[in-house]
């Protein structure tokens, strides 16, 4: 594979990361918390609709993306809701949330769009920074992404530096590793896993409006295809670190972005060999990870004094 | 006397029908240390929970420094000066100290650590305690915990500091060092609450004492105008001098006396003690159990216990005597297949810790029992009916059912069978078990696992936490499997139960073992030191 | 706390489920009036659709008979607290490999045939849900996030299959040659489409429940799902019973596949059994993880799809419609055992 080539590949790698890494690092707060949602496959799908229903209402991909946002929020909540306050199983809930939002992306794509299909999405702009994105191959690698994405590599580091470092982070970790502790020092547990919740939705919510409208323009049914699970993966994988979150979705996107690249590259193999690479690394990943991974103590179990 | 600290006036707490705490009256001054006496199940936990705001009464007031205060929350108790020390430790392991000690206590920005550390350092010096700031709090022992939990109750300006069953898990010496510290703390005017069954603890260092009884308070007064046997007999039955409460009462406070006071009086002859062994017991069987050179390590890789070598017989109770925490538990779990010891090996027949074939199943086959520690974590199926849960544990056995099917009309009459031998207390065998009491899970568990006589019995804890009837009941199947033939290890902490059932003991500290010595060779005093590491 | 373990839902428990089942009931019919329609008329026709048509009734338990197998699979696997979310895609390799089998299995003497066909399909879906049973047992690895990938796996895989060495001899359009007509499921009731899948199905629920509620393996579940460590306490070798119970569960999936296929399409073809994984976990839910009650289950949830698809036709109001209401009744059900003062499932 010659330079330009790879360039192209992890340019795009990147791109391809980005929703993923949203819901990655929304999911590791709220796992942190002792929240486990597995319905983020739901939420991105509703926050990819919503984007794209709101970003042509309004003009613009922010308009987008704060709807999105707001979607997501609502079905963390929703989802803290059923899980902390009513204390249900999280996982059920979870799965429930993947219907909600498989249905209502679907309803109101067909009900706003029918059969016609979108048409021109805005979508964000590059931020081309001159100087920067001229540098010969670290300047489309590493600039001249949408400003989105710079969010999340900001995050992941905000996020970092917040679990460790602050009393937040102190306030979140305790609430997942021994949630009587915290009641026990005047922290609302509750309250906290809602928040956390609500954090963990958003921003599947926001990953999934990167996909609508900054990597691809338009929406598509069920077009989170798996990034959902994908991102659950690389929590475990990365082992609650946020960090370690963006490398292993980053991995995840240069995977996506290399299988898209080698179909075309050795058109004698079937193409699904390919498509199913990222998937069979998220397992492999799994597997490797998941023996010796410490998890928040009271990861999924409902808190109740007593 | 002074405007009390803290007042309870008229505090009811129901509990669905159970009335757990009946119109509570109680006041402490400044500078008191009182004591908070009772069964398990009198309502001293739920006390405790109202003051630490962790409970809302159903009705009556709680007085802080003469006005009415709203305990909504663990915060606001503490913003009122009520500092808690609980039972059970809620600590999360992976903070040091420091954080530990900032939890709930700061703000969401930026943490200092030095800052931190250097607050924990000053709380620590003021009382007089030591403690790493920078430790990781799950590499403390349990006495090192209990440190880190009396500096976040200290941590900011206390009037009250509760302590709730604080000896429990300790050695004599860090009982000591705690007490020297309440002291410490009276001195300055700090007002105590002692919650604790354990007589001595009142006797040693408190003021005044009062006692609950089925969530009323049935006696409050000087602790100089009272004596151990009354004060038994009001914990059992609510009044003094109660005669069939005595033979209890003395089996019950004896150990506690004796161990830490040598020099209080003790409660006259002891009539009702029931002897150590039967008159006319079997002499002792064929080795059931073996372990040679075994080494063991905690689920967070420190060593639990180093080279531990005894031979369990048949027709005789080995006692493991020690404070919780020092390898009781990772010796049970390796005895009963759970898990494997690092070094050494264990035997039971044919079977050994060395083949693959170590496992819970594999060794009730050859006839273990096991009655666990904690029966709600790992003995019961709370969700499922008496029937089922007496078939946990049994469901392999051949006469369970026929082929690979489970024949549910025998696994019914055997669970009507047990239901009466073992008085459990239930609406009937599809009852489920999470809406049983403690005690009479104890007493299924203890059904199931005697039910199909087994040659060895290894029972941890099997008394903890129930009522003195229960206790006695738990105490006599023991007796009578043991003299039956059973091979009996008994894990226990209290030296009352061993003195009272033990053949022979070995203690366990540090992950060093003494013993095995028969009671009979021995004295409490000695066994205590070395309980306590000496 | 003796005597005080009972889980009577808290106040605020209490509340937010009664608030959510109200949200719920206020939701669907504000989505119906979104798309223009009156609600009441759109009930209506769906459930004339689903039950009081005959041609619908009929689709309705054509469609109850995969969804039942799934269903089973699920409660068996959800009874342990496994989480096999991986229904579709153990239910396309079930029938992949029993389609590829095909060509030897015709071979066979008639009732064998099928029989054999039958237990091909269910031994896909077995080795399907047994990765991650064994990813499970032997790496720890989560069996929500594993079942799901193999999922999309699955569905490449078919895809791939049904374009290369599965295709059609004609080689037109990417789908399977129909099944040899000894291979088909016989037909209960012909003019309905009704085949012998449904008495498999039935079959299916009777050995379910044998094996629940009487087995030792079934004992060993339920012991695994309500407290794993008492279980292996008690005996029970976790790691074997969860590989097993994915392999169970997969099988059930497995057998749904080939059932489809030998009983209502004669082939596989694109987007086959689409959606069917997920639906089968709402069925059983709704049943309480009980296999005695996935039949009536599956029949209420077949109806649904049936009656969307029909409202669909009608009226302005889009199909995913159903996925929007399979949610809510999850969620209503989940809200349901709060209010009852339950945590778990079954």
């Known amino acids: 594979m010659d330079g330009v080539l790879l360039v192209g590949l992890l340019a795009s790698g990147v791109r391809f990361a980005m929703p993923i890494l949203f819901a990655a690092l929304g999911e590791t707060v709220a796992q942190r918390a002792g929240v486990l949602n597995v319905g983020l496959e739901g939420i991105m799908l509703a926050g990819a609709f919503l984007a794209v229903l709101c970003a042509v209402a309004t003009g613009s991909p922010w308009g987008g993306l704060a709807a999105a946002a707001a979607g997501g929020l609502a079905m963390g909540l929703l989802h803290g809701l059923m899980a902390v306050r009513m204390k249900v199983d999280q996982i059920i809930a979870g799965i429930a949330l993947i219907l909600l939002g498989l249905g209502l992306s679907g309803f109101g794509y067909r009900l706003a769009f029918g059969a016609g299909g979108v048409g021109q999405v805005p979508g964000f702009a590059r931020l081309d920074i001159p100087g920067l994105s001229d540098i010969p191959v670290l300047g489309p690698i590493l600039f001249g992404h949408h400003l989105l994405a710079y969010a999340g590599v900001t995050a992941a580091f905000g996020l970092a530096w917040v679990l460790p470092r602050s009393g937040l982070g102190l306030t979140l970790r305790a609430v997942g590793e021994n949630p009587k502790a915290a009641d026990a020092a005047g922290i609302d547990v509750d309250r906290v896993r809602m928040a956390a919740a609500a954090f963990g939705g958003a921003m599947a919510g926001i990953g999934g409006a990167y996909l609508s409208t900054a990597q691809l323009a338009g929406f598509v049914e069920n077009m989170v295809a798996g990034r959902g699970f994908i991102a659950i993966a690389c929590v475990v994988f990365a082992r609650w670190n946020p960090v370690g979150a963006l490398v292993a979705a980053l991995l995840f996107g240069i995977a996506d972005a290399a299988q898209i690249r080698l179909q075309s590259l050795y058109p004698g193999i079937p193409y699904q060999a390919f498509i199913i690479l990222p998937f069979v690394l998220a397992l492999a990943a799994l597997a490797a990870a998941a023996r010796s991974a410490h998890l928040p103590a009271a990861l999924g179990r409902p808190y109740r004094r007593d | ?534 | 706390m003796d005597g005080r373990t009972l889980n009577l839902p808290r106040d605020t428990e209490a509340r937010a489920a009664l608030g959510l089942i109200a949200a719920g009931a206020l939701l669907l019919p504000g989505l119906i009036a979104v798309a223009g329609e009156n609600p009441l008329r759109v009930l209506g026709l769906m459930v004339a659709g689903a039950f009081l048509d005959l041609r619908g009734l009929a689709d309705t338990v054509v469609r109850a008979i995969p969804l039942c197998l799934m269903g089973l699979g699920v409660a068996v696997a959800f009874r342990a607290r496994v989480f096999n979310i991986g229904g579709d895609g153990q239910f396309l390799i079930g029938a992949a490999l029993a389609v590829a089998a095909s060509g030897w299995l015709v071979l066979l003497p008639a009732p064998l045939g099928v029989v054999a066909l039958l237990a091909a399909g269910t031994l896909g879906g077995a080795l399907w849900g047994g990765i991650a049973g064994v990813l499970r047992a032997r790496f720890n690895a989560n069996e929500i996030i594993a079942t799901i990938l193999l999922n999309y796996i699955a569905l490449h895989v078919l895809s791939w299959l049904i374009r290369g060495p599965l295709q059609e001899a004609a080689g037109v359009f990417p789908r399977t040659d129909r099944l040899p007509p000894d291979l088909r499921l016989p037909m209960l009731v012909d003019a309905a489409r009704i085949s012998a899948g449904l008495a498999v199905a039935l079959v299916a629920v009777g050995v379910l429940w044998l094996v629940m509620a009487r087995s030792r393996f079934g004992f060993q579940v339920t012991a695994l799902g309500e407290n794993p460590e008492a279980a292996r306490y008690g005996g029970v070798r976790p790691g074997l019973i969860t590989a097993a119970v994915l392999a169970l569960s997969g099988a059930l999936a497995g057998l749904a596949g080939i059932v489809e296929v030998a009983g209502v399409h004669g082939r596989i073809q694109d987007g086959f059994g689409a959606g069917l994984g997920i639906s089968g976990i709402a069925v059983a839910l709704l049943a309480r993880l009980n296999p005695l009650w996935v039949p009536a289950s599956a029949f209420g949830f077949a109806g649904l799809h049936v009656g969307s698809a029909t409202v669909a036709r009608a009226t302005a109001v889009p199909f995913p419609v159903v996925n929007v209401i399979e949610g809510a009744i999850i969620l209503a059900y989940l809200a349901a055992l709060a209010l009852r003062g339950r945590q778990r499932a079954g």
Request: a positive charge.
């Open chain 2, 1 to 534: 006397m002074a405007q009390p600290v803290l007042a309870m006036d008229g505090l009811t707490k129901r509990y669905g029908e159970v009335t757990a705490v009946r119109s509570l009256d109680l006041a402490v001054a400044p500078g008191e240390v009182l004591a908070l006496i009772g069964e398990n199940g009198a309502g001293k936990s739920t006390v405790v929970n109202m003051i630490a705001g962790m409970t809302a009464p159903d009705a009556g007031v709680i007085l802080v420094g003469g006005a009415r205060a709203a305990l909504s929350s663990a915060r606001a108790a503490r913003a009122l000066g009520i500092g808690v020390v609980h039972q059970h430790y809620a600590l999360v392991p992976s903070f040091t100290v420091a954080e530990t000690v900032a939890l709930g206590r700061v703000g969401a920005g930026r943490l200092d650590p030095a800052a931190l550390a250097a607050r924990v350092r000053d709380i620590s010096d003021r009382a007089g305690i030591v403690v790493d700031p920078a430790a990781q709090v799950g590499s403390l022992d349990v006495a090192g915990q209990q440190r880190v939990e009396i500096l976040k109750a200290l941590s900011q300006d206390v009037r009250l500091l509760l302590l709730d069953e604080p000896t429990t898990v300790l050695t004599p010496e860090d009982a000591a060092r705690l007490f020297a510290m309440v002291a410490r703390l009276k001195a300055s005017g700090v007002a105590v609450i002692l919650v604790t069954h354990r007589l001595d603890n009142v006797f040693g260092v408190c003021d005044r004492v009062a006692v609950l009884h089925a969530g009323v308070k049935v006696a409050d007064l000087p602790v100089a105008r009272t004596s151990p046997r009354d004060l038994v007999s009001l914990m059992i039955s609510g009044r003094t001098g109660d005669s069939g409460a005595d033979g209890l009462a003395q089996r019950l406070s004896s150990e506690d006396l004796t161990l830490h006071q040598p020099a209080a009086d003790p409660p006259g002859p002891a009539p009702a003690r029931v002897p150590a062994r039967a008159a006319a017991a079997p002499p002792p069987g064929p080795v059931r159990m073996g372990l040679e050179g075994v080494a063991l390590h905690r689920a967070n890789g420190s060593v639990a216990v180093a080279g531990l070598g005894f031979a369990l017989h048949g027709g005789e109770i080995l006692a493991v005597a020690g404070v919780d925490g020092n390898g009781q538990s990772e010796l049970v779990d390796a005895m009963a297949g759970l898990s494997r010891p690092d070094r050494g090996i264990i035997r039971m027949g044919a079977l050994d810790s060395g083949q693959e074939g170590w496992n819970p199943r594999a060794l009730r086959r050859a006839g273990l029992a096991h009655i666990p520690a904690d029966r709600r974590r790992n003995g019961i199926l709370p969700g499922r009916s008496l029937t089922e849960n007496l078939l946990l544990s049994r469901f392999f056995r051949p006469a369970a059912g026929r082929g690979w099917l489970i024949d549910r009309t025998r696994a019914e009459g055997e669970a009507r069978a047990a239901i009466g031998a073992f008085d459990i207390r239930t609406t009937g065998p599809a009852q489920p078990v999470g809406r049983l009491s403690g005690g009479n899970q104890q007493k299924l568990v203890l059904a199931r696992e005697l039910m199909d006589d087994p040659a060895v019995i290894l029972a941890a804890h099997p008394s903890r936490g129930l009522d003195v009837r229960t206790i006695a009941f738990v105490q006599d199947q023991l007796r009578r499997h043991r003299d039956r033939g059973a091979a009996i290890l008994l894990v226990s902490a209290d030296l009352g139960e061993i003195w009272g059932l033990a053949d022979r003991v070995v203690t366990l500290s540090s992950g060093r073992a003494r013993g095995p010595v028969a009671p009979g060779d021995t004295s409490r005093e000695e066994i205590g030191g070395w309980m306590a590491g000496h």
